[in-house]
């Protein structure tokens, strides 16, 4: 058990710096981190608030690493934020047809991979309440 913990503990560490790199990208550059876009100053306002939004769930998911066993309840709220925005993206493919390629691996991330980080949290969890 305590090497699944471990890989946990990386995959979780190695997995917050996608938003947490995307998040701060997009701070600093607003839309024009996603191609050449002149967006008016409402729109890049808002893309610069939800980068910063995207930077902190990466960080709280980071700062979960080391007990991560313990923090269950902050795995689930933070994973029911990213699936939420998932199920956004992908109504947008549906509205609006299929986006980009590093948009498609976040759709990935958000509704494939973030879940099942937290089916293995919650293993982790239980295994070690079991002990």
Known sequence: MKLERRLLQIAVALGSLVPIGAGVAG???GPSMVGDIAAPQDMTSHF???SGLLAMI???FLCS????ETHGARFRLLGAI???GGLGRALGWIEAGPP????RAALIMELVVVPL???WQARIARATRRK
């Open 27 to 29: 701070m600093i550059l």
């Open 48 to 50: 610069r608030y939800l």
């Open 58 to 60: 990466g960080l709280i």
């Open 65 to 68: 690493v080391p007990r991560i």
């Open 82 to 84: 990213v699936v939420m």
């Open 100 to 103: 980009g390629g590093t948009h």
């Open 117 to 119: 980080l937290m089916l």
